[in-house]
């Protein structure tokens, strides 16, 4: 049996890409991890759905231990507005005892241009055109101040900011870090918060022209999860996730990048080709990834795009030595499967056709997360 206090992941989004994908049969809501530890969860991202499914996994807002952003893309960031402002609803017992939140400082310096661009493109926001994670938070309490002082006022709800705990992930000293010309130094991994369910250390990782963008992991007493974040092959992430129980690893089909943008010889065709190779993982690295970190279980998330066959995430399936799985959204995955299940030492691939056998599902109409039956 597996026990429903086993620390897990619910997998509440995994497309990643700023979009709503068209032809998207799995219904999958953009990237977003529950690492559910005890009563608390901690959430990793906050891509477009993810109060909806923090809802569906019987989560509770009111449990969440910390909130991780890996980088400020947005499409794993704008979903924030909404656990901000309804916030004030769901976390009101949370003043006095706010809610860390974590994630990448100002950028201090806008990207160079790409090499590709005939006219110099202007930036928006001029006056603070890099904002990090503070600032974009106090940015959207401002944006919705009519609707939050309506209430702070008239209501007498709290305000976000004596709900959330905002903190710029600071970058240790001596890397040689430069968030243009050196974003991914060597580095070891450094811990970013620690209480008495989980210690949380981050690696830069490789995401150009975004920096600085995080990979993260939980270590607890029942397991290790590693999230890699958006990035392509790197050093970092193999040192961060070595040994790790799970890695969770973003995947892209480059094959749907060239039928996209192959053909194109216009300046954004040729720029936007470019930047999923330099920052993004096919199956293939992703399994690289893994293998060389000597993870025991690898499963893909972040899937680009999020409309892909099932077919081509699965090519990872004769690839991985250990344990592979391809979530769906709202899957649960325990940290370390159950011993009588599956053994202490990785299943061959071969063994686990398909691979969803440990990704059991959330029931809808759930009212607390727990490990059911696999379907
Ligand atoms: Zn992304
Ligand atoms: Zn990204």
């Known amino acids: 049996m597996q026990s429903t206090s086993s620390p897990r992941v619910i997998t509440l989004g995994t497309a990643g890409g700023p979009r709503w994908w068209k032809g998207d049969t799995k219904d999958r809501a953009g990237i ?11 959430l990793v991202d906050a891509g477009h759905g993810v109060g909806r499914r923090i ?14 952003i890996t980088h400020l893309h947005s499409d794993h960031t704008i979903d924030i507005p909404s656990l901000v402002v309804f916030g004030t609803h769901e976390l009101q017992h949370r003043a006095g005892n706010p809610v860390p939140v974590f994630g990448p400082g100002n950028r201090g310096a806008l990207p160079p241009v790409s090499p590709f661009a ?16 503070a600032d974009m938070i106090r940015g959207i309490v401002a944006a919705y101040a009519t609707d939050l002082n309506d209430r702070i006022l008239d209501s007498l709800r709290p305000s976000p900011l004596e709900l959330l705990e905002l903190n710029d992930i600071e970058i240790p000293a001596g890397l040689g870090y430069h968030v243009n010309e050196n974003p991914t130094p060597d580095m070891e991994p450094f811990e970013v918060f620690r209480d008495e369910y989980v210690t949380v250390t981050a690696i830069l990782v490789e995401h150009p022209p975004v920096a600085p963008a995080f990979a993260f992991r939980f270590d607890t007493a029942g397991g290790s999860v590693t999230i890699s974040g958006d990035t392509c092959a790197t050093a970092n992430l193999v040192r961060l ?30 720029a936007s080709r470019d930047h999923h190779y330099k920052s993004h993982t096919s199956v293939a690295g992703a399994v690289e990834q893994a293998r060389a970190a000597g993870a025991r279980r690898l499963a893909l998330h972040h899937l680009v795009p999020g409309s892909a066959d099932d077919t081509v995430w699965a090519q990872g399936e004769t690839l991985f030595p250990g344990r592979f799985l391809v979530p769906e959204d709202l899957d ?32 809808s109409g759930t009212t607390a997360p727990t490990t059911v039956p696999a379907r």
């Open 332 to 363: 649960v995955i325990d940290l370390v499967p159950d011993a009588a299940a599956s053994g202490s030492s990785p299943t061959p691939a071969s063994a686990g056709a398909g691979s969803r056998d440990e990704g059991t599902q959330v029931p």
């Open 118 to 133: 005939t006219e110099a493109p202007q930036p928006v926001a001029p006056e603070n055109p890099t904002p990090g994670t």
């Open 55 to 68: 809802r569906q996994a019987g989560l509770e807002l009111a449990d969440l231990g910390g909130i991780f």
């Open 241 to 270: 996730a070595k040994d790790t129980d799970l890695l969770l690893h973003e995947a892209i089909d480059f094959e749907w990048v060239e039928g996209l943008y192959g053909h194109r010889t216009d300046d954004e065709g040729r």
């Open 32 to 42: 977003a991890t529950a690492v559910v530890v005890g009563e608390r969860f901690y």
